[in-house]
């Protein structure tokens, strides 16, 4: 659509503003208004839409002059929900708005808008689809058409149509915008002969081409996460055809980069490329909410650092106008259960504050529509999910959790004032829900959700009683609620939910904790949760935390929780002295653990343990995406805990530096950019000392606490301190089949060596052995073994009696070769 528009004089200032229930963009002469990508953003559109604002006077000229606007139809025309469910949300045809105000010279003011007198036709975008992609028939091409000379006789008049009643507000975030290209990395050819580009990375966004061929010549592109045997993987897409196509005009060489779609991937399908296809004529456009880069982690822990580069990538991609949980199926959507516990990650590794706080915004619009209830999703458009509209523990919560997280690390304490209405409406309603005995136990729950030992099709039957999870959260809400009523200067408020949340913490421990510290659900994510959220006595805590230890043992150091016990269990291990099991679990390479999908060629944070099996097929389930950042949250940990970087008083003005050696790592450091400047972290061994540093920025002091227990306050600038701490070895007894189950795990040499032993006589009881052994002090490792042969007891005897008397604990794997074979590389 295009209009005219002249100038009458010098033009001191030119402001334009714009929006759209849709996708658009806007040219003034021909030249784009700004860099932004699907403005102006998706929001909850019944109450409010984005305003976009962009200075243009450098390309007003005197005379005639044009705007031009392309309307796609984004978030507002999608279909929503999953299966045969899918339907749109939004009514009505896509819509756009500006108003361009010139400012003259001579104090005059002239407005133009976007009216009756404008004209439009169709673009040569055939159709556009975020989930199904983008068709593109460059023959339809009108070359100028955003110029003032252009010949607009023939098209139509602009139509005015009904939109949602709500008044533009000006956009806080950050644009959406295209942050970096991307090259091929390799072209491969799969074993059914179809030519397939890999760059690399797991990304989002769009792939740009520069092609030349004859007229009506369509090139398909096919976008997928990962192969599958050598073969595109898009099943894990269910119904969205994440697929772009372009018509060529003939018309020479040609460029072309799909505007009004997006797509999660590292593979892409070239279909029908005319002539010898060129890997530099095709590059990988990656997109997301432009936020400023805040903070890092480092470490020479490959896999570890693999691992920590996968979360950043993975909240890149899903950090793009709302906060998703994939990019890349039918799906897209703002659970608010995925952020609640990525807040904290969120925070350290980008300047989030404006983007959390645009979403805030609608979620509190769709809790107040909702009665108090906070959706799953927000925006909320998927009402035909059972569910939707129900109080859900640790979805719900995002409401009293980020607020809290954002004044934790950005000091925003406006966020505060503006969701505290919102945050005690959310306690209240699980408050009536729970009732007298104040334990959530009905309803629907999500419980901890995606536990590894959940059937794959019913995710949400987890190992923690969902009971257990939902009276937690409730505690932890009430009680964030009360302290943000007192920081308000809400007394009354402040004493009624402080009242409340110990109320709930009785209930909790009477129901829940047995008098000799044990949970009635014996399960990781229960202690975990106990004793993170302070609901635990201080004399239960020490055994609460050797129970934990021994569960993640008995798991042979591999993980046993799901999205509310992972982000947490570390920070449980370590508050209770157990810093080595940490370790284990942190650099566990076996399935499930963080570093699995590393040594699988993983390059962001998978939804599920398992996404890609072993022997590189897709997990089997409906639902298995290849970029979820939930899992990735305990990156967290990774920046407060093992570099020792955190917040002791809101927005870093006191910093807390508290590093915990792990004996599978020689060094960690983080940095963070806080208000006052940048901060830094870290430690490294050189032998038996440990080097320890920190750069405190301008106008603040850290608390610094060594792992010797040594305590300093230091100010601004660089300090260094040295401790000695000996590598951990393991002098080792000698080892049999009577051994026990809890020696041979706590020894990793012992435990490789037991099941090498296996596995060369008989890989499948080697994969058994592994996958179902409980490693429970009091059992002997031939208790596991007893029906196996001969052979394979007095291999695994001549292997253990083959280990050295001494071992040292620090053994590190790196990562993977490059493989054409394999699934997601």
């Not at 580009?197 to 769009?206: I, K, P, T, Y």
């Not at 940048?678 to 750069?695: D, I, L, Q, S, T």
């Amino acid at each position: 659509m295009r209009g005219n528009f002249d100038v009458h004089g010098t033009v001191r200032r030119a402001l334009l503003h714009s929006t759209a229930f849709g996708a658009y963009d806007i040219h003034v002469n021909d030249v784009p208004a700004d860099d932004a990508e699907l403005k102006p953003g998706w929001t909850s559109y019944q109450w409010r839409v984005n305003l976009e604002v962009s200075d243009v006077t450098a390309h007003i000229r005197p005379g005639r002059n044009t705007l031009g606007i392309t309307l796609a139809g984004g978030w507002y025309t999608e279909r929503f929900g999953f299966r045969d469910a899918a339907c749109r949300f939004y009514e009505g045809a896509p819509a756009a708005a500006a108003q361009l105000t010139l400012e003259y010279e001579d104090g005059t003011v002239e407005t133009v808008i976007t009216d009756e007198r404008w004209r439009w036709t169709r673009a040569p975008v055939v159709s556009a689809s975020l989930y199904q992609g983008e068709i593109y028939d460059a023959r339809l091409q009108t070359p100028g058409w955003s110029i003032p000379s252009f010949d607009d006789s023939d098209w139509d008049p602009i139509r005015i149509v009904a939109v949602p009643v709500v008044t533009p507000t000006m956009r806080s975030l950050p644009p959406v915008r295209v942050t970096e290209h991307r090259a091929v990395e390799r072209v491969l050819t799969t074993p059914s002969g179809r030519t397939v580009l890999d760059f690399g990375q797991n990304l989002v966004g769009r792939i740009r081409i520069r092609v030349a061929g004859e007229r009506g010549h369509t090139i398909t592109l096919r976008h997928a996460e990962v192969l599958e045997h050598g073969e595109l993987g898009t099943r894990p897409l269910r119904n969205a055809a994440a697929t772009d196509r372009y018509t060529l005009s003939g018309d020479g060489e040609e460029y072309w980069e799909p505007k009004w779609t997006f797509h999660g991937f590292r593979y892409v399908e070239v279909d029908n490329w005319p002539g010898p296809f060129r890997p530099e004529d095709v590059s990988a456009a990656v997109i997301h909410t432009d936020m400023a880069r805040t903070g890092d982690f480092t470490t020479s822990h490959a896999l570890l650092q693999r691992f920590h580069e996968n979360v950043v990538w993975g909240m890149r991609g899903n950090f793009l106008s709302v906060p998703t949980d994939c990019p890349q199926r039918d799906e897209r959507l703002g659970w608010t259960g995925d952020l609640q516990v990525f807040a904290p990650t969120a925070a350290f590794l980008y300047d989030c504050d404006a983007f959390l706080r645009s979403w805030l915004e609608d979620v509190m619009h769709e809790q107040s529509a909702g009665g108090g209830v906070v959706p799953m999703v927000v925006p909320a458009v998927i009402p035909q999910v059972p569910g939707l509209s129900e109080p859900v523990a640790a979805w719900g919560d995002a409401i009293t959790v980020v607020p809290s997280v954002m004044w934790e690390r950005f000091a925003d304490q406006d966020m505060l004032r503006r969701s505290f209405d919102a945050m005690a409406a959310w306690v209240d309603v699980v408050h009536a829900r729970a009732g007298e005995s104040l334990l959530w136990e009905e309803g629907i729950q999500f419980g901890d959700w995606l536990d590894p030992d959940a059937p794959p099709e019913r995710p949400g039957e987890a190992k923690t009683d969902a009971g257990i999870v939902a009276t937690a959260y409730f505690f932890r809400s009430a009680d964030l609620t009360s302290k943000v009523a007192a920081l308000l200067g809400r007394e009354a408020d402040a004493r009624e939910y402080a009242d409340l949340a110990e109320r709930i913490a009785r209930a909790f421990r009477s129901a829940y904790i047995t008098p000799d510290g044990r949970m009635m659900s014996d399960a990781p994510t229960a202690y975990a949760l106990a004793i993170v959220f302070g609901l635990v006595h201080s004399d239960r805590r020490q055994a609460m935390g050797n129970r934990l230890r021994d569960l993640v043992r008995s798991a042979g150091y591999r993980i046993s929780t799901g999205f509310v016990g992972t982000p947490i269990i570390c920070d449980a291990l370590t508050a209770t002295g157990h810093a080595a099991a940490v370790s284990r679990l942190l650099t566990q390479t076996e399935c499930p653990s963080w570093l699995y999908p590393v040594t699988m060629g993983a390059t962001t944070v998978w939804e599920r343990w398992d996404s890609m099996l072993e022997d590189g097929s897709i997990n089997p389930g409906q639902m298995t995406s290849f970029n979820h950042y939930a899992l990735g949250a305990v990156a967290d940990w990774l920046h407060r805990g093992v570099a020792g970087l955190a917040p002791l008083e809101p927005g870093y003005r006191v910093i807390r530096i508290a590093p915990t050696l792990l004996d599978e790592l020689d060094d960690a450091s983080a940095w963070h950019e806080t208000p006052y400047g940048r901060a830094r972290a870290g430690w490294r061994r050189e032998g038996a000392k440990v080097y320890f540093h920190a750069e405190i920025p301008p106008n603040t002091q850290a608390i610094v606490e060594l792992p010797s227990g040594t305590r300093y306050e230091v100010g601004s600038g660089v300090h260094t301190w040295v401790e000695v701490h000996p590598p951990n070895s393991l002098t080792r007894s000698p080892l049999s089949l009577r051994s026990s189950l809890a020696t041979i795990i706590d020894d990793r040499q012992a435990y490789e060596a037991v099941l090498n032993a296996i596995r060369t006589i008989d890989e499948s009881r080697a994969e058994t052995f592994r996958r179902t052994t409980r490693w429970r002090p009091g059992r002997e490792l031939r208790e596991p073994l007893d029906k196996a042969p001969v052979t394979i007891l007095a291999a695994v005897e001549q292997a253990l009696a083959g280990l050295p008397s001494c071992d040292p604990v620090v053994q590190q794997a790196a990562l993977p070769a490059p493989d054409p074979a394999r699934a997601d590389q």
